[in-house]
Structures are given as C-alpha cells and as structure tokens.
C-alpha cells in the first residue's frame, strides 16, 4: 500500500487516546471524530473513519413554522376561492361558459399560488391549512354537479370521486374516534386536485364546436383519468398512513 503524504484532519480540535504515541492509533477527535495523520504510515486502520468534509450539514434549511396568523395572502386567496364557488355553480348551470371557464382557471391558479406563496414567504397558517383543502373540494363538488346538469361528464365519473370523498370522510371520523384528528396532505392527494382542477375547464371548453373544443376534449379526458387514478390512489395511502399513526400510538394498559 502506498504511503499517503498529506493529512486529512477533522473540523475540531483532537483529543489524543490514552497511551497515545507512534503507532498508539489514530487520535480522536471530539464529537467521535477522527484526525488521520498518515506521514509515512502504511497502516490499514481497522476503525471505520468518518471525515467532516463528507459530513451534510442542514444549517441552512428553512424551519417550518405554522402561525395562527389570520391576514395572509395564501389566506386571502382561499378566501377568494371560496367566494367563487357559488358564483361558479350560477355561471355553469345558466350555461355562461365563459364566466364559468374563467372561474375554474382561477381555482385552479390560486390554489398554485396559495401553497407556493405560504411555503416560500412562511405564511403557513392554521387558517389556510383549515380552508385550502374545504376550498378544493367545495370547487370539485360543485364543478362535478354543474357538468353532470349539463351532461358534458357521466353519472358514474361523478359516482366514482364521491365515493372517493366518502371513503375519506369515514377514515376520518375513524381517526378521530381514536384521537387522530386529520392527516397531513400528501403530495399524491394535491396531484390529483391539480389534475382535476386542469381537467374541469379543459372538458368546459371541449364543447366548443371549433379546433379548440377539438384540442381541449383529449387534454381534458386525459387529465380527469389521472386525477381520478391519483385521487384514489391517494386515499390508499391516506389509508397506510392511518394504519401507521395507529400502530405507533403508545398502548394504555391497565391493570
């Protein structure tokens, strides 16, 4: 083995081991860490060595902070969406499509924003976490009802995402028997939302009798299949997830 000529040193100063000298072994360093002073020495160490440079450090990480903050933006934006939601079902039920249409794309924008706007500026309120997912599904809701009435998606499209919704409700109202109240969100769940939410104008705007009614219909089936494959898919994980909170719970025995 061929001698190393350079020292390869530990962030920290060294703490010599009893009895140190020559060929005593390698100092260690505080915090467990170890400072090789190879010179000359040909020596295999038999103690696995970990060098700080190697070593990843999270100092600068965001911390995740949820306030009880009322006025945000991400807050205001909910609130915006859910102002909507009524004046959505009025424009999709008397058939103004291009009010409906302008509607949906702004759920489906500032639902984007919301989130995006909360993590990087440290908004994140209970607030918001409370409003955001009731303003995703009032819009869902809403959305699927008005375009059943206008026959543009089938009865069983509809059966099949509230079946969804009752499914998670129930999981729910489990949880919550058990002293879980609610789950945190899961990136699958909001994919599916974003899905549906770019689905809903896009088959809106495939009963255009022209080339863009032709160009939204495929665009538009091909986001609903996802949505609704991701939204269930989300609700087995949900599920996974309950399974594990509950078994991690600590068991109360009593004598």
């Known amino acids: 083995m061929q001698s190393v000529p ?3 040193r530990a962030v920290g100063p060294a703490v010599p081991a009893p009895g140190a000298g020559r060929h005593a072994g390698p100092p260690v360093a505080e915090g467990g860490r170890v400072r090789i002073d190879a010179g000359d020495g040909t020596r295999l160490l038999r103690v696995p060595v970990r060098l700080a440079a190697v070593e990843v450090e999270r100092a600068g990480e965001r911390e ?3 306030t ?3 006025l945000t933006i991400p807050n205001v934006l909910s609130v915006l969406r859910l102002l909507g939601v009524p004046v959505f079902l009025w424009a999709i039920v008397s058939e103004r499509d291009g009010l409906a249409f302008l509607l949906l794309l702004f759920s489906g924008v500032t639902d984007y924003l919301d989130g995006k706007i909360a993590r990087r500026f440290n908004m994140e309120s209970r607030l918001g976490q409370f409003l955001d997912p009731i303003a995703d599904r009032l819009y869902i809701l809403t ?7 206008r026959d543009i998606i089938p009865v069983w499209l509809v059966a ?5 919704e009752v499914v998670m ?3 729910l109202l489990y949880l919550r028997t058990k002293g879980q109240v609610g789950l945190p969100v ?6 599916a939302t974003f899905n549906l939410l770019y689905a809903f104008p896009l088959l809106l705007l495939a009963q ?3 080339w863009l009614g032709d160009l939204a219909r495929p665009i538009g089936w091909g986001f609903a299949w996802w949505g609704v494959v991701l939204y269930w898919l989300a609700a087995v994980l949900y599920a996974f997830h309950a399974r594990l909170v509950l078994a991690q719970r600590p068991r109360v025995v009593t004598p």
């Open 64 to 66: 995740h902070v949820v």
């Open 143 to 149: 959305t699927l009802v008005g375009l059943m009435w």
């Open 186 to 191: 899961h990136f699958v769940g909001k994919a």
């Open 6 to 8: 350079e020292q390869v």
């Open 208 to 210: 255009r009798d022209d």
């Open 160 to 164: 099949v995402l509230l079946a969804r």
């Open 68 to 70: 009880e903050r009322l």
């Open 169 to 171: 409700a129930l999981m």
